[in-house]
């Protein structure tokens, strides 16, 4: 059975692969082009697969209305409306430009998630190499399949949907004409309680599916990422800032460079760590012979003297006969002379 897997700017993402991590950059530009240019650069040190953005802007995404449907009770952004929240965090459109050139500059692939049709035509324009269907868009089945028309690989968020929604987003990118698609597990809270993660849903959704899984993490941490990989996460994404106190909407929620650069690194090496099913011993392991126990003379034997556990004893260090065969040799007799220290072997022993 082949292994699912989709290709970013040449970079295969798969469960046999290390995993691909993406930098949210969001709204953490906190309204300043120089500091979106230095989240790309820092993302880049750090050692991310690769950046992502959102193209919107606020009369994309919502209507300058403020009734009651409109205004944003409890959590980071209480007390605005929708219009005020998405006016202060979009990513202007002029600024794309300039992002994509500067990370092509610093040979780190840029996406984005598009939030209506213009955005997707946008980035096409900017010839993006992939696209991100947020976990709010995941119902939004029209914009699924104009993102797929491009032909682009495609990562869907399943943020807030049921396992119908899935099903469903999946089938409009596959409908309008998607070949490499890949999921993420995903919970809408800003931050989201580890608690509430239920990673074991991502081997799951493994099985059913049968595409490239991973997980969009709004945890304050690289923990419930990092076991994400663990369980076949072959993406992670986290929101990323330069300073988690900036003020920003999404600042407080995200990582700092030193936290991406440990998520990087520790993610990786929880890949490696998975390896294979181990039947033989490692190449670690192979110089510690010596401090497994085996069977060894202990006192002086002549050729015919019989085996007993005052003349043959488990011991350190481990190049005899395991001690699992003592039985069988007690009581054997000895084919010629052996000194103490000596390791026994099959050979030096007459079996019946």
Not at 24 to 35: C, F, M, P, R
Not at 122 to 145: G, H, Q, T, V
Not at 150 to 158: A, D, F, N, Y
Request: aromatic share 8%; net charge negative; charged share 25%.
């Amino acid at each position: 059975m082949s292994i699912p897997s989709i290709q970013i700017a040449g970079r295969r993402i798969a469960a046999d692969e290390p995993p691909y991590i993406i930098a949210e950059l969001s709204a953490n530009h906190n309204g300043k082009l120089e500091t979106a240019l230095k989240i790309i650069e820092e993302a880049k040190k750090a050692g991310a697969d690769a950046v992502k953005l959102q193209t919107y802007t606020a009369d994309t995404i919502t209507l300058n209305c403020d009734s009651e449907d409109f205004q944003i009770h409890g959590g980071l952004w209480d007390g605005k409306t929708l219009y005020e929240l998405y006016q202060e965090a979009h990513m202007p459109w002029e600024w794309h430009k300039p992002l994509f050139e500067h990370a092509r500059q610093l040979e780190i692939p840029i996406f984005s998630s598009p939030f209506d049709n213009t955005a997707v035509d946008l980035l096409e324009d900017l010839n993006a190499p992939a696209y991100k269907i947020a976990s709010f868009e995941a119902i939004d089945l029209p914009l699924i399949r104009y993102v797929a028309s491009t032909g682009k690989p495609m990562i869907i968020s399943t943020g807030m949907t049921n396992a119908e929604e899935v099903e469903e987003a999946i089938a409009a990118a596959r409908e309008g004409g998607c070949r490499e698609l890949a999921i993420l597990h995903c919970v809408s809270g800003y931050p989201a309680p580890s608690d509430e993660y239920n990673l074991r849903t991502i081997p799951a959704m493994m099985e059913r599916h049968g595409l490239v899984t991973g997980l969009s993490d709004h945890t304050l941490d690289n923990t419930t990422a990092i076991a994400s990989v663990a369980l076949g996460a072959s993406i992670v994404e986290k929101h990323f800032t330069l300073d988690r106190k900036g003020g920003g909407p999404d600042d407080s929620f995200s990582l700092e460079p030193a936290d991406l650069s440990d998520l990087c690194r520790h993610a990786r090496i929880a890949w490696a760590a998975l390896g294979k099913v181990k039947t033989e011993r490692s190449a670690s392991e192979k110089g510690n012979a010596q401090f497994r126990r085996s069977l060894y003379v202990c006192k002086p034997l002549k050729k015919g003297e019989i085996i007993t556990p005052e003349n043959v004893r488990s011991v350190r260090p481990g190049f005899g006969l395991q001690p699992k065969y003592f039985d069988r040799v007690r009581g054997k007799e000895i084919k010629q002379d052996l000194e103490p220290g000596t390791a026994l072997t099959w050979e030096m022993v007459k079996l019946d």
